[in-house]
């Protein structure tokens, strides 16, 4: 194993945008893409230095190896290098964790962390990727019993290196909390956009504040049907949570109780505010 060397898997705005971060810090970094295209364009800029064809031929020589596609994609990707890499330590960006941490507890592959950076854009592609991404941002890892402490310390050393704040959470709390501030958001914005059904003057005039509430609805279809499989469980309850509160809303509506419509809007104001003047 050679302590400079990572190994990236699926090299689009998240893999990207590490490969770039760790580059900066010196790491050499090799990289394996369905898409030839993105890693050919990372080896001209400099990035990367090799492209790995065959995960199945992948040598047991990275320090950290990163798996960074769509979900459901992950876990075949994980199957592949656990029987390759032993060494090393072994994790992902996946915006879920149970799935991905139990197949690792199932099939007792213990280098593998599970990680997930709090910190993206709805652009997709390594095009837009960036190293300056994840610096200030929050970036849960969730270990379980199975890891060692030395390798938790060491990723949280080097995620620490680019800038992220590391906050260790366990996987069922980490997809509870992620469905609530990202994946039911994601499923209402998207909502929001499909109401206008292609409707010419809805879209005209669809302005400033339509753009701000649906902006990560222009986000990748593939990899939020993938969180949305893979998170099931946690939606669907917080899809029936959001149906109650509309429906709430529209019986204070029916009735136009005043206070109550008022008070719908007050309460997401106050707690708005709080959480936008909380930001740096
Ligand atoms: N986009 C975001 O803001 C964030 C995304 N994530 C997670 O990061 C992961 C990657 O997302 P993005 O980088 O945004 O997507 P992306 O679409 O920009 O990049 C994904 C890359 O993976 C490649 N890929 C897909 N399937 C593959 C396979 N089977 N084998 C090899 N390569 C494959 C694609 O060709 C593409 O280059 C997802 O699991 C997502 O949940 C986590 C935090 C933020
Ligand atoms: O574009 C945005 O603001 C996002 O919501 C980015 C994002 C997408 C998925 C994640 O798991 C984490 C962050």
Redesign the pocket.
Known sequence: MVRNKILI?????????LAKAFKKCGYEIHA????KS?IEKAICEGVVKERIDD?NETEDEYAFSF?????L??I??LGKLSSKIKNGIIT?????KTHICKYSIEHKIANFIGG???????????K??FDELFNGAYYFITPTEMNRKEDIEKLKNLLQSIGCKVEEVDYVLHDKITAVISHLPHVVSAGLVNMLNSNEIYCKFAGGGFKDITRISS??P??WA??SISNKNMLLELIDAYIELLKNFKTSLKSENYNEIFNYFEKAKIIRDTIVSDEK
Not at 32 to 35: G, P
Not at 92 to 96: A, E, K, L, N, Q
Request: one cysteine or more; hydrophobic letters at 35%; charged letters at 15%.
């Open positions: 898997v699926g090299l689009g705005l998240i893999g990207g945008s394996y893409d369905i898409d993105a995960l798996i960074c596609v769509p979900v994609e992950s075949p990707i992902d960006v996946g915006s879920t997930h950076p709090m910190a993206g854009t709805e652009k997709i592609g390594y837009y990727s986000s990748s593939k990899m993938d969180i």
